[in-house]
Nanobody, 122 residues
Framework: QVQLVESGGGLVQAGGSLRLSCAAS????????MGWFRQAPGKEREFVAA????????YYADLVKGRFTISRDNAKNTVYLQMNSLKPEDTAVYYC???????????????WGQGTQVTVSS
């Protein structure tokens, strides 16, 4: 079992930056791939970024490539999402997820956090 708690969301102006954190419980954190997803009102949950257990491979949705960076610190059981050049369309609840597979689909992840709200004003 892995429990995930996101933090770092908030209100930011367009062009600004935020760093999300996801703290995981459990001693097996380093064996999981981690992903960030987001869900805007009335829309389906969508993939944002993923990172392998070692941090050696990352993958991004086209919409955030070049603006967002995913990273992890296995010693701290934490995964991060650095978000730069934020746009109003990035407004959503952001979720972190853990899974044994490295992928971009919702069903590939087994554990989910409760989400943190990110609001980007124009």
């Amino acid at each position: 079992q892995v429990q995930l708690v996101e933090s770092g969301g908030g209100l930011v102006q367009a062009g600004g930056s935020l760093r999300l954190s996801c703290a995981a419980s459990g001693r097996t954190f380093s064996s999981y791939s981690m992903g960030w997803f987001r869900q805007a009102p009335g829309k389906e949950r969508e993939f944002v970024a993923a990172i392998t257990w070692s941090g050696g491979t990352t993958y991004y949705a086209d919409l955030v490539k070049g603006r967002f960076t995913i990273s992890r610190d296995n010693a701290k059981n934490t995964v991060y999402l650095q978000m730069n050049s934020l746009k109003p369309e990035d407004t959503a609840v952001y979720y972190c997820a853990a899974g044994v597979r490295f992928g971009w689909r919702v069903y590939e992840y087994d554990y989910w956090g409760q989400g943190t709200q990110v609001t980007v004003s124009s």
